[in-house]
């Protein structure tokens, strides 16, 4: 959620920057025509140039508004790309038929207006844009005529007109390359991001399950250790699992029988535990829970489901009454231990279940589901001596 609202942020940061852009080139726009009135480069008069102007500038600086009050987010298109374009296109077409001394820097800004929508808009849109630019260009140079006569005469504003349109054909098709490029490298981006996903997973992941693995386990205990570090409220506990006697699924039905058992067991758990907890495989058939914000005691009732649900796994039709068992071991983190001194405390408390009969859970320095847990000693020698039982 925090890093798509910074998303949003960085998007709007950009829409805001190409809006102020936008309308501080058409206020420049607008001045620069005020300073060649002034200087008599042009003969503009004031109330028709005021009259197209005003609005025009309002709308530019409408659209930063529009931004910064974040009303453009309802939009389907945030950006207003095409109202943009379209807008800054009013003020050269409307100036056009009433200005003559305008008709050129008219044609100017028209053809720069129609190249930026290739970095913008879909091929489509993009054509269609410069289309209705044209036509619209066209009545304009109707007006023009109509309403001048002789002061414009009509070969040269023909041959004017003409080389617009040329010339606007010629941005059209390189804007068009523009917009096929911008497709491409848009493809070839989501490409990039959909393989880094993919390689992010690949670096947290255990592949055969989908279950997160030893190095993404590690840094969710380091976190969970901070915050309860931090705040005595917060707990999590550790609930090793191990599958018991998988070799003899190996052996009896072969290793893709047991790639299965080791997905469906992965299904169990996920189902098992809420959102906020985690599932990791940490090795062939050695399995770890983050239950977080739950005490031991309420972490051995998820172990006892899961345990009674691997119970009942049918392995194989073929052999319905061959099943397996799951053996837990669960330690609640004890400030200021460590991440490794609470995995040490889960996995001793994992080998006596073993040691003990398996098919079991055992809270560490607690109490054993049903039994009175005695000390482990040594986690390595219980270690051993579970190994050492009948496989």
């Known amino acids: 959620m925090a890093a798509k609202s910074t998303r949003r942020s960085q998007h709007q940061a950009l829409r805001l920057r190409r809006a102020l852009i936008a309308a501080l080139g058409a206020s420049g726009l607008v001045l620069l025509v ?38 453009n987010l309802a939009l389907a298109d945030p950006s207003m790309t095409l109202a943009q374009i379209l807008w800054a296109a009013t003020a050269p077409i409307c100036l056009f038929p009433f200005v003559p001394d305008l008709t050129e820097p008219s044609y100017l800004a028209l053809l720069v207006v129609g190249y930026f ?82 390689l992010r997973d690949l670096a947290i992941r255990d592949e055969l399950t989908g279950l997160h693995n030893r190095r993404y386990l590690m840094d969710v ?42 997905k469906r067991f992965a299904e169990i758990a996920r189902r098992t535990v809420r959102a906020v907890d985690y599932v990791a495989r940490i090795g062939g058939e050695e399995f770890v829970l983050v239950l977080v914000g739950t005490p031991a005691q309420n972490a051995a009732i998820v ?8 119970a009942r796994l049918v392995i194989s039709d073929l ?8 053996s837990c071991g669960i330690a609640e983190y004890h400030h200021p231990e460590d991440v490794e001194q609470t995995m040490s405390r889960a996995d001793g408390a994992l080998y006596e279940a073993k040691r003990t009969g398996r098919d079991r859970i055992v809270i560490a320095d607690g109490e054993a589901h049903g039994d009175a847990q005695q000390e482990t000693g040594n986690p390595s020698e219980a270690r051993a001596a579970a190994e050492g039982g009948s496989p």
């Open 319 to 326: 052999l319905p009454d061959f099943r397996i068992s799951a």
């Open 34 to 71: 005020l300073v060649a009135r002034l200087l008599g480069a042009v003969e503009v008069p004031g109330t028709l140039f005021w009259l197209f102007a005003a609005p025009w500038l309002a709308g530019a600086w409408g659209f930063v508004l529009f931004v910064v009050t974040g009303r």
């Open 221 to 262: 205990l380091r976190k969970q250790r901070a915050l309860a570090d931090r705040s005595p409220e917060h707990c999590f506990s550790l609930c090793f699992v191990d599958l018991d006697h998988f070799k003899r699924v190996n052996d009896v039905f072969g290793h893709g029988k047991g790639d299965v058992v080791l």
């Open 117 to 198: 929508g290739a970095f913008r808009l879909g091929a489509g849109h993009y054509v269609a844009t410069n289309a209705v630019l044209a036509v619209a260009m066209g009545l304009a140079f109707l007006v023009q005529q109509f309403l001048w006569g002789e002061a414009a005469p009509l070969v040269p504003a023909l041959l004017g007109f003409l080389a617009f349109l040329g010339a606007l054909a010629i941005v059209t098709a390189v804007g068009f390359e523009v917009v096929g490029f911008r497709r491409k490298l848009t493809e070839r981006n989501h490409e990039l991001t959909h393989a880094f996903e993919r």
């Open 303 to 310: 172990a006892e489901r899961i345990r009674s649900q691997t």
